[in-house]
């Protein structure tokens, strides 16, 4: 059975639906075959990355489903050590090559690495990538706000989306209402906190018991009421027909508060603070 997944409009007027499959990790004939489970599903927006090394597992997957390619979302990123103009524009014309693609639906600068200070120039390589048809949508990933304030400053050009660390251990609460006030859609990486100690969490627990779910589609549920896309990872099916059968039920404020009031300052999985740090 096909489930039904609702749809986010992103400030260029393209559509995601709010939840989508990570990937990293899915590789090979494994992944294709997760992946492609997925999409049979129902899933539509997948996301991947240059340097997960599985753009040929996503492209292999997409051409052994029967689902029409304008249904689908699409997401690679470009890496750090890529971030200039030519090696950009080359990068996402690999990423098609390797996808046997002919566009993505959506490519997102990996991360900013403000040391390195080239982020400027490689968004021009995707605005350009954009025009020429090679993307339909460009955001960024671990941006903070002064790096995408500079974005538009110096191309005025924003992001569509902003894919961040976000989950109930780093609720990301300012960063998520600077999003909704500039018009950019929020994404979640690693939304399930990679299934740490998350998942054994006696509030959410409590709340998941009270509705008849599990911790993980409350979390997703969290995700989704807070406006926000989110991409679980999952390689089983069971798994993934869970994390996307969220939408039957409503967390109501209280227990939303509960859930985000898990947050605390170094709940980040592996510390990955954008402002130092380094991904090539
Ligand atoms: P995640 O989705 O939070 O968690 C994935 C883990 O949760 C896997 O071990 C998975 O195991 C398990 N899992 C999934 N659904 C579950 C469920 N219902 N119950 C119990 N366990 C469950 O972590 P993530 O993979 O780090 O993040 C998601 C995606 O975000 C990535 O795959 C990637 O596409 C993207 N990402 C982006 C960035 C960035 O910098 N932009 C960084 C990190 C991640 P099984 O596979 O065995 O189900």
Request: proline share 5%; charged share 25%.
């Amino acid at each position: 059975m096909i489930r039904e997944i609702p749809e986010i409009h992103l400030n260029d007027g393209l559509t995601l639906p709010v939840i989508g499959l990570g990937t990293y990790l899915l590789k090979g004939s494994n992944g294709v075959q997760s992946i492609l489970g997925a999409l049979n599903m129902g899933y539509r927006l997948i996301d991947s990355a240059y340097n997960y090394e599985n753009e040929g597992t996503v492209g292999e997957a997409i051409r052994k489903s029967s689902v029409p390619r304008e249904q689908l979302r699409i997401t690679s990123k470009l890496p750090g050590r890529y971030q200039t103009y030519d090696k950009a524009v080359t990068t996402i014309q690999e990423s098609l090559y390797r996808a046997n693609l002919d566009y993505y639906d959506l490519y997102l600068i990996h991360w900013p690495l403000p040391r390195q200070d080239t982020y400027i120039e490689a968004w021009q390589a995707l605005i350009d990538a954009k025009k020429w048809g090679l993307v339909r949508s460009i955001g960024v990933c671990n941006f903070l706000p002064e790096h995408i304030e500079r974005l538009e400053k110096e191309t005025d050009v924003k992001p569509s989306v902003n894919q961040i660390e976000l989950h109930p251990f780093f609720n990301q609460a300012q960063q998520r209402k600077w999003h909704e006030q500039h018009n950019i859609v929020t994404e979640s990486w690693s939304p399930l906190a990679r299934a740490n100690q998350l998942l054994q969490n006696d509030t959410i627990k409590q709340i998941a018991d009270r509705h008849n779910k599990t911790i993980a589609q409350i979390i997703l549920r969290w995700h989704y009421q807070l406006g926000a896309i989110s991409i679980p990872k999952s390689a089983s099916f069971a798994r993934q027909i869970e994390n996307i059968s969220i939408f039957d039920f409503f967390l109501d404020e209280a227990e939303m508060s509960q859930i985000s009031s898990l947050s605390r300052p170094d709940g980040r999985i592996n510390d990955q603070d954008p402002a130092i740090y380094e991904e090539f």
